[in-house]
């Protein structure tokens, strides 16, 4: 069974810190690795990764995959309070076409 | 163009009502799927389908139903409710092109009680 594993669970920083968030995974017929913000409603996309050693880069968001140890971080620079959220990471499995999502980091950035 | 909709957004049941909630796209997509959220638990995926008239598991689908009658449409049936299914519940949809990764676009959420 497909498994991805978020850490840490829950962080908490002040305004102007840098974060990073991991994600690892176990996939078989791996494809490609999503990040998502979750904030009170429904999920919203910020990046797909599929080829490993390649930054992805949004404003002050970044993230990178490495095949080779099968994870990924997300790095938020500069935090806002703005970016508090609930930050998932899923994991795609071409072969049955299924998404499997960790159970998601909460960031808390305190003004 | 209204993307994902679902309805309800709120439900509250009593164990072993049924209930149907509805998710529709109108962006033509072939993969939707649902998913049910839980404190500490992510998403998890509960049915999926890649077209009209084909459905499959996810990795808890028990106490649930779905169909795909047409490429719009793919409701998730609760045949007789049970308090473990108080959650929220999400429909996602997406294109399916050759190298789809996955990406998914998710409907606003359906909070639903079991009492």
């Known amino acids: 069974e497909d498994k991805v594993v978020q850490s840490p669970l829950s962080l908490v920083v002040h305004e102007g810190d840098t974060v990073t968030l991991n994600c690892s995974y176990e996939?078989?017929?791996?494809?490609?690795l999503l990040w998502y913000k979750q904030e009170k409603k429904a999920p919203t996309f910020l990046f797909m990764l599929?080829?490993?050693?390649i930054e992805k880069k949004s404003g002050r968001l970044s993230s990178i995959l490495d095949k080779k140890e099968l994870s990924s971080i997300l790095n938020i620079t500069a935090t806002q309070t703005g970016d508090s959220a609930i930050y998932l990471c899923?994991?795609?499995?071409?072969?049955?076409?299924?998404?499997?999502f960790g159970t998601g980091t909460r960031l808390t950035i305190i003004p | 163009n209204a993307g994902v909709t679902q309805t309800p957004k709120f439900q509250v049941l009593k164990t072993g009502q049924s209930m149907t909630l509805q998710c529709a796209q109108d962006?033509?997509?072939?993969?939707m799927s649902w998913y049910r959220q839980d404190p500490g638990m992510g998403l998890r995926l509960i049915h999926y389908?890649?077209?009209?008239?084909?459905?499959d598991q996810g990795e808890v689908p028990n106490g649930y139903n779905v169909s795909r009658s047409t490429t719009e449409d793919f409701p998730l049936r609760l045949l007789s409710a049970a308090p473990s299914q108080t959650s929220v519940y999400f429909c996602?949809?997406?294109?399916?092109?050759?190298?789809?990764?996955?990406?998914?676009?998710f409907g606003e959420g359906s909070r639903l009680t079991v009492l």
């Open positions: 996602a949809s997406s294109y399916r092109t050759s190298g789809w990764g996955g990406e998914l676009f």
């Open positions: 996939v078989t017929n791996f494809r490609s």
């Open positions: 599929t080829s490993s050693g």
């Open positions: 899923a994991a795609y499995n071409f072969g049955n076409e299924k998404l499997t």
């Open positions: 962006m033509n997509h072939e993969y």
């Open positions: 389908s890649v077209g009209a008239g084909i459905t």
